[in-house]
């Protein structure tokens, strides 16, 4: 399957993301993919939101959920995007949404680890997710779903992996800062490494984020990427075939020793 990432800078409105996602998915299509992973907040980001930003997600969320499902059926390409649902109060879930090329949607994401880390705290706007890891099918392929700061937790994409994942998609508005590539670079190589996946991480390119989009292979070997555009994509073709090849000689999963909780011996 092909996949591509595509990256850009989402604005406060949600018909002129997705406009952008449809110019961004549109050339995606003509280079062939079959999925195209849009970052985190593609539906709008919250710094730039008009008004009061529960009222917001709920006025906007089915118009950005069916914009997504046209999108796809239109260019008959399955895409995975993030952005804010409606949640019981007035704390929105931030959750990515998957659609197959016919339009239907497959599942969503919310996203379990909130971003309460360098001094911002995405839990005083967010609610944390409680449905677990997501899986669904596509191209003959089993993919994953996690959001950015979800990233820095290996049991999350192990978890992925135990569940048969093929390829992890990562939506992300990694915020820059001292040493913040390094550690999305270091951390999207772990994944794919430890887990003997595909890892495709779309992230948001902005005056506030790296952007920094990438394919990866289980190796942890880059097949295409992006640096700061502001707008583009980065494609790959994903195969099974390649996670045969690499489980053959690098057979982590099967080596492991530590499946099961730790068992705790007291020192005498």
């Given at each position: ?33 079959e ?24 006025a ?82 089993k ?33 820059k ?30 005056d ?61």
């Amino acid at each position: 399957m092909k996949v591509s990432v595509g990256q850009f800078a989402p604005r406060g409105q949600v018909a002129g993301n997705l406009a952008t996602m449809r110019r961004i998915a549109a050339r995606a299509k003509e280079d062939g993919a079959e999925l195209v992973v849009f970052p985190e907040e593609s539906m709008f980001t919250v710094g730039q939101v008009e008004g009061n930003f529960p009222e917001a997600v709920a006025a906007h969320w089915t118009t950005f959920v069916q914009g997504l499902s046209l999108l796809a059926r239109d260019l008959d390409v399955a895409i995975i995007a993030g952005g804010y649902e409606p949640s019981s109060d007035d704390r929105p879930y931030n959750t990515l949404v998957a659609v197959d090329g016919t339009g239907l949607i497959l599942d969503t994401y919310r996203k379990l680890h909130l971003y309460d880390a360098f001094s911002y705290q995405e839990s005083k706007r967010i609610t944390p997710g409680d449905g677990g890891v997501k899986l669904i099918s596509l191209g003959g392929l089993k993919v994953g779903m996690m959001t950015c700061y979800d990233l820095r937790f290996p049991e999350l994409a192990r978890a992925l992996a135990e569940q048969g994942a093929d390829l992890i998609c990562v939506a992300a508005a990694w915020f820059k800062g001292d040493h913040k590539i390094d550690h999305w670079e270091s951390l999207l190589k772990a994944r794919a490494i430890e887990n003997t996946c595909w890892v495709a991480a779309a992230g948001v390119s902005s005056d506030y984020c790296i952007g920094h989009s990438v394919v990866l292979d289980p190796m942890g070997v880059v097949q295409d990427f992006l640096n700061e555009e502001p707008e583009g994509i980065a494609t790959a073709v994903v195969t099974r075939k390649r996670i045969d090849e690499v489980r053959e000689f690098l057979p982590v999963l099967k080596n492991r020793r530590l499946a099961n909780p730790v068992e705790v011996v007291a020192a005498h």
